[in-house]
């Protein structure tokens, strides 16, 4: 299967996105011939400075490789370096009825608040639609939130096909398993819009601070608690294995036991968890050449795909 998926580099990668989204990336280039890209096209829409959305778009890179994106196995690369795909937004763009992206919800919601919205983040779906077409994907791992669009970029292929013969493969979204919500330091679901996060590689010293600061209720020790409502159990179970989760479950419902004790031993786990990981950065951090070169050699591999999808469609529409 030819598997494609784009992440934002809006802000540091946190453990939400990692066991919600990169984890199964990598998962899925074991078996697949994947595409992932760093969304820095889509990130225009909300980052606005120049010197960040380019030291962002080089830390993406970095954690999806420290995290074992493997650049032999899947094409990694650059939104932006593919400027085929931009071309093909507004090919794709002429066929796209307002009625479609006005129900879009990012536009709507923003819209609902009476906040100020641009072009940009109105035609959001058909670039999107465009890097997943240009490449003719067949299967976009997405979280639940981008489904809709899955189905524009379908509504907009099937539209384009009806209008001028079959030129797109149509694309299945394939909803990552992330049913279980990574939650924040607060119990509110972990994100970077909420300054809840846990970052997979900030240093180790600052990020202890923030684990023993996580929220828990005020009841007294000796009282017995449930794990599975507790957020602070369910971090700690994106870590701990079978065994090491039964144990503390029991911990929880005796009762006797401080948070501080779960906390530590998270905070020691994910340590662990992650130390391979952080190695590795370390490594490429060493050697920015090779990032670059990796990126570049994504790049080159994306447009060349890019390219042919190109061609097709422009002699479909007769621009060529
Ligand atoms: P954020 O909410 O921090 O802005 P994004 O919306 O950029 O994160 O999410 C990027 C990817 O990570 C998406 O696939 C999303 O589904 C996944 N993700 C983000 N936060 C979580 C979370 N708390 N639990 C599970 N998955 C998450
Ligand atoms: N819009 C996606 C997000 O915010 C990122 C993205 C851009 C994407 N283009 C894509 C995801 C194509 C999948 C396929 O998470």
Same mark, same amino acid.
């Given at each position: 299967?030819? %598997?494609?998926?784009?992440? !934002?580099?809006?802000?540091?990668?946190?453990?939400?996105?990692?066991?919600?989204?990169?984890?199964?990336?990598?998962?899925?280039?074991?078996?697949?011939?994947?595409?992932?890209?760093?969304?820095?096209?889509?990130?225009?829409?909300? +980052?606005?400075?120049?010197?960040?959305?380019?030291?962002?778009?080089?830390?993406? &890179?970095?954690?999806?490789?420290?995290?074992?994106?493997?650049?032999?196995?899947?094409?990694?690369?650059? !939104?932006?370096?593919?400027?085929? +795909?931009?071309?093909?937004?507004?090919?794709?763009?002429?066929?796209?009825?307002?009625?479609?992206?006005?129900?879009?919800?990012?536009?709507?919601?923003?819209?609902?608040?009476?906040?100020?919205?641009?072009?940009?983040?109105?035609?959001?779906? +058909?670039?999107?639609?465009?890097?997943?077409?240009?490449?003719?994907? $067949?299967? +976009?791992? %997405?979280? $639940?939130?981008?489904? !809709?669009?899955?189905?524009?970029?379908?509504?907009?292929?099937?539209?384009?096909?009806?209008?001028?013969?079959?030129?797109?493969?149509?694309?299945?979204?394939?909803?990552?398993?992330?049913?279980?919500?990574?939650?924040?330091?607060?119990?509110?679901?972990?994100?970077?819009?909420?300054?809840?996060?846990?970052?997979?590689?900030?240093?180790?010293?600052?990020?202890?601070?923030?684990?023993?600061?996580?929220?828990?209720?005020?009841?007294?020790?000796?009282?017995?608690?449930?794990?599975?409502?507790?957020?602070?159990?369910?971090?700690?179970?994106?870590?701990?294995?079978?065994? !090491?989760?039964?144990?503390?479950?029991?911990?929880?419902?005796?009762?006797?036991?401080?948070?501080?004790?779960?906390?530590?031993?998270?905070?020691?786990?994910?340590?662990?968890?992650?130390?391979?990981?952080?190695?590795?950065?370390?490594?490429?951090?060493?050697?920015?050449?090779?990032?670059?070169?990796?990126?570049?050699?994504?790049?080159?591999?994306?447009?060349?795909? &890019?390219?042919?999808?190109?061609?097709?469609?422009?002699?479909?529409?007769?621009?060529?």
């Amino acid at each position: 299967m030819r %598997v494609l998926s784009g992440i !934002q580099p809006t802000g540091r990668f946190h453990w939400g996105n990692y066991f919600g989204a990169i984890q199964q990336y990598i998962q899925l280039q074991e078996e697949n011939e994947s595409y992932y890209f760093i969304a820095n096209l889509h990130a225009l829409t909300t +980052v606005r400075d120049q010197e960040n959305l380019r030291r962002l778009t080089l830390d993406a &890179a970095l954690d999806l490789l420290a995290l074992g994106l493997d650049p032999e196995r899947a094409t990694l690369f650059v !939104q932006s370096d593919v400027p085929e +795909v931009s071309e093909l937004t507004w090919l794709l763009m002429t066929g796209t009825s307002m009625g479609l992206l006005e129900r879009c919800h990012a536009y709507k919601e923003k819209k609902a608040r009476g906040l100020a919205s641009d072009a940009g983040l109105f035609t959001y779906p +058909v670039l999107m639609a465009s890097d997943i077409l240009a490449y003719d994907s $067949e299967v +976009v791992p %997405v979280g $639940e939130d981008q489904i !809709q669009h899955i189905e524009v970029c379908r509504d907009i292929a099937g539209s384009f096909n009806h209008l001028y013969g079959e030129t797109f493969v149509l694309p299945k979204a394939k909803v990552l398993q992330s049913t279980k919500k990574v939650p924040g330091t607060d119990g509110e679901k972990m994100s970077k819009s909420y300054d809840n996060t846990l970052e997979i590689f900030e240093p180790l010293k600052a990020q202890r601070k923030k684990i023993m600061r996580i929220t828990t209720d005020s009841r007294p020790m000796e009282d017995p608690k449930d794990p599975d409502t507790d957020h602070l159990f369910q971090l700690y179970s994106l870590f701990a294995d079978d065994s !090491q989760q039964e144990e503390m479950a029991a911990k929880y419902r005796q009762g006797g036991f401080g948070y501080g004790e779960v906390k530590k031993n998270l905070a020691d786990l994910s340590e662990e968890y992650f130390q391979e990981a952080r190695q590795r950065r370390e490594e490429y951090q060493k050697d920015p050449e090779r990032v670059v070169e990796i990126l570049a050699e994504g790049a080159s591999r994306a447009r060349q795909q &890019a390219a042919a999808v190109l061609r097709r469609v422009q002699l479909a529409c007769g621009v060529k």
